[in-house]
Nanobody
Framework: QVQLVESGGGLAQAGGSLGLSCASS????????MGWYRQAPGNKRVLVAVIASGGAQTYADSVKGRFTIARNNDKNTVYLQMDNLKPEDTGVYYC??????????????WGQGTQVTVSS
């Protein structure tokens, strides 16, 4: 069982920056993909950014050029640096980890979520 613990987040003004961290209970080298998802009130959970085990990164169009995802294999941690924040970035941010066998998802794990609020 993989446990993910998020930290960071909080309140920021538009144009400001925040950083999120997600610590994994297992080696991130064993996880095929790790990422961050956001859920705003009344909305579905949506992808923000993911990073594959090989380092390839995928971002939602709304955050490209503003957010950066990174993983530190030695610390078993994934980070999300959020710059030039906008009010629409507000929501609960969840860390996610997935394991694969070939292309089939064999494990799908979530953290408890951390609140990010951006004021205008």
């Amino acid at each position: 069982q993989v446990q993910l613990v998020e930290s960071g987040g909080g309140l920021a003004q538009a144009g400001g920056s925040l950083g999120l961290s997600c610590a994994s209970s297992v080696s991130v080298r064993s996880l095929g993909e790790m990422g961050w998802y956001r859920q705003a009130p009344g909305n579905k959970r949506v992808l923000v950014a993911v990073i594959a085990s090989g380092g390839a990164q995928t971002y939602a169009d709304s955050v490209k050029g503003r957010f950066t995802i990174a993983r530190n294999n030695d610390k078993n941690t994934v980070y999300l640096q959020m710059d030039n924040l906008k009010p629409e970035d507000t929501g609960v941010y969840y860390c996610n980890a997935r394991t694969f066998r070939l292309t089939r998802v064999t494990g799908d794990y979530w953290g408890q979520g951390t609140q990010v609020t951006v004021s205008s």
